[in-house]
């Protein structure tokens, strides 16, 4: 079992930055793909960016390509979402994830909370 913990949403203007982190505990973290998805009021949840456990690998969605940078430390057991550049469509509620391999859907075996992050105009 893994149990995940969001922290560090808020309120920002546009043009903005926030940095959310995913505290894990429970089974070894640097065994599980580690990823960050959203779903904004009325939408569906959506992958935003995933990074593999061992190695540097990170995918991210076209959405927030060079805006968003996906990064873990293994020793802490927490990954962490830095998010630059912040826009309106931003506002969601952030979403972690853990899982054997990285996959776009949704179908990852653990999640936390989330934690809301709000973008004003």
């Known amino acids: 079992q893994v149990q995940l913990v969001e922290s560090g949403g808020g309120w920002v203007q546009a043009g903005g930055s926030l940095r959310l982190s995913c505290a894990a505990s429970?089974?070894?973290?640097?065994?599980?793909?580690m990823g960050w998805f959203r779903q904004a009021a009325g939408k569906e949840r959506e992958f935003v960016a995933a990074?593999?456990?061992?190695?540097?690998?990170?995918s991210y969605a076209d959405s927030v390509k060079g805006r968003f940078t996906i990064s873990r430390d293994n020793a802490k057991n927490t990954v962490y979402l830095q998010m630059i550049s912040l826009k309106p469509e931003d506002t969601a509620v952030y979403y972690c994830?853990?899982?054997?391999?990285?996959?776009?859907?949704?179908?990852?075996?653990?999640w936390g909370q989330g934690t809301q992050v709000n973008v004003s105009s």
């Open positions: 994830a853990a899982n054997p391999t990285i996959e776009r859907g949704l179908t990852w075996d653990y």
């Open positions: 990074r593999s456990g061992k190695t540097s690998f990170a």
């Open positions: 429970g089974r070894t973290f640097s065994s599980f793909a």
